[in-house]
C-alpha cells in the first residue's frame, strides 16, 4: 500500500481508512467495507478501545530552528531544522510518550488546551 497527500480518495469517508504505517510517521489509506470502517473506527487492530484525539501543538520559530511542545503532554517536546522538520518531530514524541504512559498503565490527558490568534492594529 503506497502513502497518499493525506486527501480522502473517495466521496464516501468511510469507504477508505487511513492507517498510521508500521512506522508510525505516515498515512496508508485501506479500503474497507462500511461494517468494518464503523468497526475501525471504534477499536485497534487488538480489540481495544481507539478514537482520535486532537492536541493543541505550540510551534515557536527561533533565531536557528524551530521547536514545538504539546501543553496536555507535559515534557512532550521537539526541536528542528524548519516547521515541516519540528511537525514530524513532534508527532513522533507525541506518540512515544502516549505509549510511554500507557506502558507504565498511566493514563492518557485529554486534549483540553486550545489556542487562537488574536489580530490587532499596531
Not at 7 to 19: E, N, V, W
Not at 30 to 40: N, T, V, Y
Request: charged letters at 25%; proline letters at 8%; a negative charge.
Amino acid at each position: 500500500m503506497g502513502k497518499d497527500s493525506g486527501s480522502i480518495p473517495t466521496d464516501d469517508p468511510l469507504a477508505f481508512f487511513p492507517d498510521v504505517d508500521d512506522v508510525g510517521l505516515g498515512v496508508v489509506w485501506r479500503h474497507r467495507s462500511p461494517e468494518d470502517s464503523q468497526k475501525r473506527l471504534a477499536t485497534n487492530r487488538t480489540g481495544g478501545s481507539r478514537r482520535m484525539k486532537e492536541y493543541t501543538v505550540i510551534y515557536e520559530h527561533g533565531p536557528d530552528n524551530w521547536s514545538a511542545y504539546v501543553p496536555d503532554l507535559p515534557g512532550c517536546i521537539a526541536t528542528g531544522k524548519n516547521r515541516n522538520d519540528v511537525e514530524t518531530q513532534i508527532r513522533e514524541a507525541m506518540q512515544f510518550h502516549i505509549e510511554g504512559l500507557r506502558q507504565h498503565g498511566e493514563p492518557v490527558p485529554e486534549p483540553t488546551i486550545e489556542a487562537g490568534k488574536v489580530v490587532l492594529t499596531t
